[in-house]
């Protein structure tokens, strides 16, 4: 089995949407199970939150989480950008450079992934703990912003295009 190290710069661009796809699938399925065990009172066979700290105090973490992973999934996005132009800027030739930027876009994609997915599963999480749907909303945004991951190939183009400071068309990104 071939590693990231060996795998082209097309193979890799094919893992990257399963990567995020299965990490999105995995909170929203997590959600789906949360909110069937709250609306069928499975909780009430539980601790319901018992020993899991207050209530209130939960809900400033889940904000103060949820904030952190906001602004660091979009300084993740923007330093990527930034390091794509040194990336570019330092390549041996265009297949090199382009290999660079694979890798850069693949490494900001899995961490901007995984912050939205932390949060997430955290809102998850206190819905089983206490009950309350609420936190369904928090888990929503994670999952509509690991969605916008999604689209790797148009990605790869919008961080040649911010390297290069050209415009780019489909042809070259394979």
């Known amino acids: 089995m071939a590693t990231?190290?060996?795998?082209?710069?097309?193979?890799?661009?094919q893992v990257l949407p399963v990567l995020v796809g299965a990490m999105?699938?995995?909170?929203?399925?997590?959600?789906?199970v949360t909110v069937?065990?709250?609306?069928?009172?499975?909780?009430?066979?539980?601790?319901?939150?018992?020993g899991?700290?207050?209530?209130?105090?939960?809900?400033?973490?889940?904000?103060?989480v949820t904030l952190v992973g906001i602004v660091g999934f979009v300084a993740v996005g923007a330093a990527a950008?930034?390091?794509?132009k040194r990336v570019w800027e330092s390549r041996e030739d265009d297949a090199a450079g382009h290999a660079g930027l694979v890798r850069l876009?693949?490494?900001s994609t899995i961490?901007?992934?995984?912050?939205?997915?932390?949060?997430?599963?955290?809102?998850?999480?206190?819905v089983l703990l206490y009950g309350e749907l609420l936190p369904l909303a928090v888990m929503a945004v994670g999952v509509v912003m690991m969605?916008?991951?999604?689209?790797?190939?148009?990605r790869l183009r919008t961080l040649k295009e911010s390297a290069t400071g050209m415009r780019m068309g489909d042809a070259g990104y394979g």
Do not use: D, H, N, Y
Request: glycine share 14%; no cysteine.
């Open 4 to 13: 990231t190290q060996t795998k082209t710069p097309a193979e890799q661009m």
């Open 24 to 32: 999105t699938a995995g909170v929203v399925l997590f959600g789906v």
């Open 36 to 50: 069937i065990l709250s609306l069928t009172g499975a909780e009430e066979a539980g601790t319901q939150g018992e």
């Open 52 to 64: 899991a700290g207050s209530p209130g105090v939960m809900w400033i973490a889940l904000a103060a």
């Open 81 to 84: 950008r930034t390091r794509a």
């Open 105 to 107: 876009l693949m490494v």
């Open 111 to 126: 961490a901007r992934a995984a912050l939205a997915e932390g949060f997430a599963l955290f809102g998850g999480v206190l």
């Open 147 to 154: 969605a916008t991951l999604l689209p790797a190939g148009s």
